[in-house]
């Protein structure tokens, strides 16, 4: 199994000094790179969201695997093992982020005032029948505005102009937003697993 590091991504892609990377990966990608690893089991010392955007696949996740279609959004860090079983007719939109290094490069990360961020991204791996469940599914409305803002990430790291440092952060930060908000409309219906009650309740 590998580990990914944040700072072999950004000397392979985009600046370090960012905090954040963004790229659209499909079977043509991982052939043209053969150090990607999408097909690999890794873990990687970032945040990692995944954006299916077309096709469908299957993915492994902690040593299961689970079918995956268009508007299946996953995040990973940490511990997550992971890897891609079948890809070939998967398109996907990576996002890949330091939060330490955002605030040290940005001065701010805004977003880890709301609550709410924390209860998703550190929501625990799995839930208390063993599945993973930082897992959320968009419709295509939903996809259309999320590869909307993940284009807009794309044009800023290719440009980098005068304020793209700041727009980089704040789509990163429009896009954790939209993600949020689906967990909390997702959490109303389905009652919540009992790690994350007491989560709550530690707090």
Do not use: C, W
């Not at 690893?37 to 945040?47: A, R």
């Not at 299916?52 to 695997?65: D, V």
């Not at 330091?98 to 490069?105: C, F, G, H, L």
């Amino acid at each position: 199994m590998k580990q990914s590091s944040f700072e072999n991504l950004a000397i392979q892609f985009y600046r370090k000094d960012l905090g954040v990377y963004a790229i659209v990966v499909d079977a043509k990608f991982i052939e043209r790179h053969p150090q990607d690893i999408t097909h690999i089991e890794h873990t990687h010392d970032y945040i990692e969201m995944v954006i299916i955007s077309a096709g469908a696949g299957i993915q492994s996740i902690n040593g299961k695997t689970y079918p995956v279609k268009e508007g299946d959004v996953f995040i990973f860090h940490g511990d997550d093992r992971h890897y891609f079983k079948d890809y070939k007719n998967l398109k996907f939109l990576n996002i890949m982020f330091d939060p330490e290094r955002i605030k040290k490069y940005h001065h701010s990360f805004d977003i880890e005032k709301i609550n709410e961020y924390k209860e998703l991204i550190y929501l625990p791996s799995l839930n208390s029948t063993g599945e993973f469940q930082r897992r959320l599914f968009f419709d295509k409305a939903g996809l259309s505005i999320l590869e909307n803002l993940f284009n807009d990430l794309i044009f800023e790291f290719k440009t980098l102009k005068l304020g793209s440092r700041l727009i980089i952060k704040n789509k990163l930060e429009e896009i954790l937003v939209l993600l949020i908000r689906k967990n909390k409309d997702v959490s109303t219906i389905i009652p919540k697993s009992p790690l994350l009650r007491i989560s709550k309740a530690i707090e």
